[in-house]
């Protein structure tokens, strides 16, 4: 019956295989994490305002400066953590309707204008800083 075994001195060598080294392939996972967290972080929202919105604002008086662009910018941001889709941003003496995904002012309101209007279709609310 043991004639039957096939010794072992007769099996031929298994070639040597090199490992996978799970430190490298961590590391560049970890290096790819930190490149995309570091370019979401840096992430900059801008905004730009659509021809309804444009001329609405110079119809209103409502005078678009750089300040008043960066306060939109950041309204966009704001909201955009919260993960609103269209917002309201307002001060006291005006209002802006924004979709958030676009980056897109929809329209713009006056003092005057902000107290006889009710506002639909919008998510949230951003008070201008």
Do not use: C, W, Y
Request: hydrophobic share 40%; net charge neutral.
């Amino acid at each position: 019956m043991t004639d039957r075994i096939t010794p072992i001195d007769r099996l031929s060598q298994v070639e040597q295989v090199q490992p996978v080294r799970r430190r490298d392939a961590g590391s560049r996972f970890g290096a790819m994490l930190q490149r995309e967290i570091q370019s979401s972080s840096t992430e900059t929202f801008s905004v730009a305002f659509s021809k309804h919105a444009r001329a609405r604002a110079e119809e209103r008086g409502i005078e678009v400066t750089p300040t008043l662009m960066d306060q939109l910018a950041d309204s966009v941001e704001r909201a955009s953590a919260k993960g609103a889709t269209n917002i309201l941003a307002f001060d006291a003496t005006r209002a802006f309707i924004i979709n958030i995904p676009h980056g897109r002012v929809i329209t713009t309101m006056s003092q005057e204008e902000m107290q006889e209007n009710i506002f639909t279709n919008i998510d949230g609310a951003v008070l201008l800083k």
